[in-house]
């Protein structure tokens, strides 16, 4: 598997991690990482990022770890910790791992920090794989 070649492709056909401004910097088996500046536009009322930002990253980052895999597959489940807020202007950053691959069903967990290392919040999901081949 070209991960760099799949790390672009997630990038460009993904319009809706697009317009959140999400990015896939790296995949690898079984793992991917993907960052997201924060901006004024991702605020809640009380002006700190909404919990949607979080949420999207985090599906971002193990979505494209279960991609490594070279099948599309869809979110099942998810459940997705808030532990503390960033600020506007923060980098987040989502790690994801893969804790068990299935034929059909698959596991991740992921954790999103700051730019300075901070954990903001962790999550787990899990994702089925559909019968369709990613071609690169």
């Known amino acids: 598997m070209d991960y760099e070649k799949l790390r672009d492709t997630r990038n460009s056909t993904n319009p809706y991690a697009k317009r959140m401004g999400i990015f896939v910097e790296e995949i690898g088996p079984g793992c991917a990482r993907a960052v997201m500046d924060v901006t004024p536009d991702d605020a809640n009322p009380v002006g ?80 089925y794989r559909l019968d369709k081949e990613i071609v690169l």
Do not use: W
């Open 48 to 127: 700190v990022p909404h919990g949607g930002c979080y949420f999207s990253l985090a599906d971002t980052a193990s979505g494209s770890a279960m991609a490594s895999h070279g099948y599309y597959a869809v979110t099942i489940s998810a459940t997705y910790n808030f532990m503390r807020s960033a600020k506007l202007g923060d980098r987040l950053i989502a790690e994801a791992r893969e804790t068990k691959s299935g034929r059909n069903v698959s596991f991740f967990d992921v954790e999103v920090r700051d730019q300075n290392g901070t954990l903001l919040g962790s999550g787990s999901f899990s994702y």
